[in-house]
């Protein structure tokens, strides 16, 4: 690489890390410790507590990573004199609540700000390694971080974006799985994907549901073909063995289910060998021997993460029930979905919601104005347009805007926000820059990319960033205070609200 290439790099690096750290601050003059107390305040609460020592009250996510983060953050500006609030005993000694939440929150904007430019560096990264265009690169980075799948992140903080930051990880480790020719590293390459997934849930469960899409993804991403010229090999026993091991796997996942997550870990588990065996069949190999180390390493993975977690921060159920009982989070549905599968729902009250839930995606984000459609039909339209593409081409273009949809469907499940569109629109994105890739005038076609990716989303950006609103009366005059944080002292937070809630 030569020295005009080095300081090409530099010079855009920079400037992506001076639009973000710009726009940060921007925002940060404005905001209200109360505009988005969910998750801000209550993400910042249960760091207090963990300072404490006390374990998190907030499992709904579950968001650990997150609360341990950002407890490592507020203990850091503690000490070094930039903070008088460390635990939750800190702030509830502190003269006036409300100046301790604007103290606790402004560093979890930080977080937010830190993860979100992360994310936005990694896809960089990953744009300039393929279309070998740092300038190109650059514009789809921004356009990335002023779409409507960043921009609610970098605002305030959220358990989604570390937990899409360890799922990245983990796809990162699963490609490293497949590209390395030695077995062990392999295998190696293989767990570690797995712990990182199984991480990435403990930040943000509703991720179980998605991981299948990002995984197929990755498989037709790499896939060589072999199937065609490469004899594979029965061997009945092997066969037997696989079976036995898919049966092992199955009875351990649904021996730490309850209820409908039984049946969820069930098909879960078929699905993810269903993987394997396509994975195997397209690549070559042993099918069989492929599902044996799998599962042995689905098992083994699993166990990693709670004997450390278990020894590093002591047992807590709480947190692992999820993870064991993804379907628990249908107690966070909508009132419609969790109608359709209660006792009494009727046949067509259920076909009802799942139509609902189906067209979804065409209702609320492909016929309106906004960053997912203009993506999505900007690769529908880069499939009759672009010439000479191959098959393999095309299938992941189609494989990235199916995934997209599902997903979107299923978020339609959970009151659908702004905060949930990082899941769907990564499929538009990858599917985008690799279609960019075979254009010649790369870099005018990203930077227009980005340039109607801002003006779709111009008043969005300029409300988040330059709203100085603030929820302090809703937050004064109903229960979320005191139900979610326990350990809050809520008659001193009621005495301070008066002073802003007549």
């Known amino acids: 690489m030569n020295s005009h290439s080095n300081k090409s790099i530099i010079c855009v690096i920079t400037a992506l890390i001076s639009v973000v750290i710009s726009l940060f601050l921007l925002g940060e003059q404005t905001r209200h410790w109360s505009q988005y107390a969910d998750q801000d305040l209550t993400l910042a609460y249960n760091a207090l507590l963990v300072n404490e020592g006390y374990k998190q009250e907030y499992y709904d996510h579950p968001g650990f990573f997150t609360i341990r983060l950002l407890a490592t953050l507020i203990k850091i500006k503690f000490l070094l004199g930039y903070s008088d609030i460390q635990t939750i005993s800190d702030l509830n000694n502190n003269p006036s609540l409300f100046s301790g939440f604007t103290d606790i929150v402004s560093t979890g904007h930080f ?17 300039s390694t393929i279309l070998k265009s740092n300038l190109s690169a650059f514009y789809i980075a921004l356009a990335t971080l002023v779409s409507g799948s960043v921009l609610g992140h970098f605002i305030h903080l959220r358990t989604e974006m570390i937990a899409c930051l360890l799922l990245y990880v983990a796809l990162y480790l ?11 590293e392999a295998i190696f390459f293989l767990c570690t994907a797995l712990i990182f997934f199984n991480l990435s849930l403990l930040n943000k469960i509703q991720l179980v549901l998605y991981i299948p899409f990002y995984v197929f993804w990755m498989i037709h991403l790499h896939l060589n073909d072999k199937s065609k010229n490469e004899k594979i ?5 092997l066969q037997k063995k696989a079976l036995r091991s898919i049966l092992i796997a199955i009875i351990f996942f649904c021996a730490l289910a309850k209820g409908l997550s039984i049946l969820f870990q069930f098909f879960y588990v078929l699905i993810l060998n269903g993987l394997v065996y396509f994975y195997t069949w397209k690549n070559g190999g042993d099918i069989y021997k492929n599902i044996i180390i799998f599962n042995r390493a689905n098992i083994i993975s699993l166990i990693i993460v709670f004997v450390v977690f278990t020894l590093v921060y002591g047992y807590n159920g709480a947190l692992f029930s999820m993870l064991h009982s993804p379907m628990l989070m249908l107690a966070f549905a909508n009132n419609e979905i969790r109608e359709s599968l209660g006792l009494q729902t009727s046949i067509q009250n259920f076909i009802s919601v799942v139509w609902m839930a189906i067209i979804f995606p065409i209702k609320e984000i492909l016929i309106k104005l906004n960053s997912e459609s203009f993506l999505f039909y900007l690769n529908i339209a880069s499939l009759f347009i672009l010439k000479n593409q191959s098959r393999a081409r095309k299938n992941n273009v189609a494989i990235c805007l199916l995934s997209f949809y599902i997903i979107s469907i299923i978020s339609s499940f959970r009151y659908r926000t702004e905060s949930y569109i990082i899941f769907s629109e990564f499929f538009l994105i990858m599917a985008l820059v690799s279609q960019i890739s075979i254009i010649k005038n790369k870099a005018i076609f990203c930077f227009l990319i980005f ?3 801002l003006l779709i989303n111009f008043n969005e950006i300029k409300t988040r960033l330059f709203n100085a609103g603030n929820n302090i009366e809703h937050l004064c005059t109903n229960s979320y205070m005191s139900d979610w944080h326990k350990k809050l002292d809520i008659v001193k937070f009621n005495t301070e609200c008066k002073k802003y809630v007549n």
């Open 111 to 127: 977080l937010s700000f830190l993860s979100a430019g992360i994310t936005v560096f990694f896809l960089y990264l990953y744009s």
């Open 451 to 453: 340039f109607i990716t």
């Open 174 to 184: 699963l490609y490293r799985s497949h590209a390395t020719k030695k077995e062990k």
């Open 233 to 237: 090999c029965y061997d009945k026993d």
